[in-house]
């Protein structure tokens, strides 16, 4: 069986004895134990290491427990860390509550009980390492989070380029060979019958077409965002009863990363899903602004907009898409946002920009 994490514990006391103490009675623990003389060395310390607990003496001079205590929880890293004081007088109601308010989660008072001691410092270094350990996970689930979406994205343009360039091909060519063959013999029920045939064969080549152009437009890649999402736009249009807008600022607005441009075409795209299934709106926009070093996209519609448990993420209202659009946003740093309009939806997605190589061709085709 591994051995535990080994996690840090920082004592504060402005006497050595009553270091000394400490780390005799916390020894046993097998833990790091770091020790600091002033407020101003544990700060030190906290900056260098990765602290689980800070034990502490309420009365030190030029900086007591309290205003070390309220320090430390300033520091965003900080918030968290456990802070145990230890306090040689009786502190009132008041006094704890003082504590409290400044980041303490326990006292002590002298004279000490080691075995109390050990118990309470052995409760949060545990927390802590379960909390590294928790997140060490986290971190390795969000890995595999970007390299399965990464894996998909990878899979759409595999199955579109073969569907446009196999299957679509082969029907091509079986529409070649059947005018070529019904040329040879001509009468009213050849014709009718050669009608249908091609009929059915240019629909099919039309559906193969456009299921190819859904799981990866050509035009993404090869012209960048702008000119992918006008002719989605266009063809949602021409599907639904959904009027569409769309507008793009600046007007000269840069190609991004190809990663990035189709992780946002997926989130407009999925959104504008959910409007063409649920939403029984009449109109739809999209608006793409990109400002200073963050892009702000939004899809508004005027349908009957969502529940509010939706608004608020909660897991057993969300769908797949949604999950799915909340996924791809987390993975480029950024937040998605879901409110209700008057009437309808609006859907909100803020990102970090990732702009692409300035070899990248910036030519774009014009919003509809």
Known sequence: MASKEKVNILMVDDQPAKLSTYEAILGELGEN???ASSGKQALELLLKNDIAVVLMDVNMPEIDGFEMAEIIH?????????IIFISAVHLTDMDQIKGYQRGAVDYISVPIIPELLRAKVSVFAELHRKSQQLEILNRELRRLSVSLIASQDEERRRIARDLHDGLGQDLTAVKIMLQGMFRGERSEQVDQASA???????????????VSYLLHP???DEIGLRSALAWYLDGLSKRSDIRTTMSMEPSDFPRLTPEFETALFRIIQESLTNVFRHSRARKASVALVKKDNKIVATVTDDGVGVLEEVLQFRPDSIGVGISSMRQRVQELGGELRLRNASPGTIVEVVVPVVSAPADVGAAHTGAH
Do not use: N
């Open 33 to 35: 134990l770091i020790k």
């Open 74 to 82: 300033q520091h965003p890293r900080f918030q968290k860390t456990a």
């Open 196 to 210: 249908h045939v091609i009929k059915v064969i240019d629909g099919a080549l039309q559906q193969v077409r456009s």
């Open 218 to 220: 050509p035009l993404l």
